[in-house]
T-cell receptor, first 115, second 112 residues
Framework: ETGVTQSPTHLIKTRGQQVTLRCSSQSGHNTVSWYQQALGQGPQFIFQYYREEENGRGNFPPRFSGLQFPNYSSELNVNALELDDSALYLC??????????????FGPGTRLLVL | QKEVEQDPGPLSVPEGAIVSLNCTYSNSAFQYFMWYRQYSRKGPELLMYTYSSGNKEDGRFTAQVDKSSKYISLFIRDSQPSDSATYLCAMSEYSSASKIIFGSGTRLSIRP
């Protein structure tokens, strides 16, 4: 196990609604990244938080937003849900002082279905 | 054309065979190359990390990077049924995750 947990495991929403997904990392993992993985595709980087500040963002609109908390938990918020937002959402955390690409630990993901 | 191309498979081989998984890419600026394994209903797990060209071996796994051909490979020796999973290649220009590009994954099945 990676020590990264995500909740909920599955979620069904309707178009236009808002959703909050949660991630809990190991103690000392002060970098967290969020990814969207559509069915049959590789993960796409959404954004990264380091010490509670966003420090990198992929090609996703502003309705995708996040928060990171001092207790090593984080949130991904998506407003005005669209059908194309249906995907597996993954968070990955990295320990302090390490290269993120070498030490990303992924959670099991939250599968979101937008109807 | 996608920046990273990966054959989706599925690839089915008998137990004990040598498996070869490959990705091609178009961006010559990529310097960091990774292979992830993803089991069904799980998140990806980093298997191999390589910087620049060359080979890297870890147990039954060998990663190769050929930057001149823009081609990377993952070899699995003495394949086991537990190796059955989707294998994702990933690469980046920088050591930050913000620029990481994943392939679409190859589904691998090892037949007992």
């Amino acid at each position: 196990e990676t020590g990264v947990t995500q909740s909920p495991t599955h979620l069904i929403k309707t178009r236009g609604q808002q959703v909050t997904l949660r991630c809990s990392s190991q103690s000392g993992h002060n970098t967290v990244s969020w990814y969207q993985q559509a069915l049959g595709q590789g993960p796409q980087f959404i954004f990264q938080y380091y010490r509670e500040e966003e420090n990198g963002r992929g090609n996703f609109p502003p309705r995708f937003s996040g928060l990171q908390f001092p207790n090593y938990s984080s949130e991904l918020n998506v407003n005005a849900l669209e059908l194309d937002d249906s995907a597996l959402y993954l968070c990955a955390s990295s320990p302090a002082g390490t290269s993120v690409l070498e030490t990303q630990y992924f959670g099991p993901g939250t599968r979101l279905l937008v109807l | 054309q996608k920046e990273v191309e990966q054959d989706p498979g599925p690839l089915s081989v008998p137990e004990g065979a040598i498996v070869s998984l490959n990705c091609t890419y178009s961006n010559s600026a990529f310097q960091y190359f990774m292979w992830y394994r993803q089991y069904s209903r799980k998140g990806p797990e980093l298997l191999m990390y390589t910087y620049s060209s060359g080979n890297k071996e870890d147990g039954r796994f060998t990663a190769q990077v050929d930057k001149s051909s823009k081609y990377i490979s993952l070899f699995i020796r003495d394949s086991q049924p537990s190796d059955s999973a989707t294998y994702l290649c990933a690469m980046s220009e920088y050591s930050s995750a913000s620029k990481i590009i994943f392939g679409s994954g190859t589904r691998l099945s090892i037949r007992p």
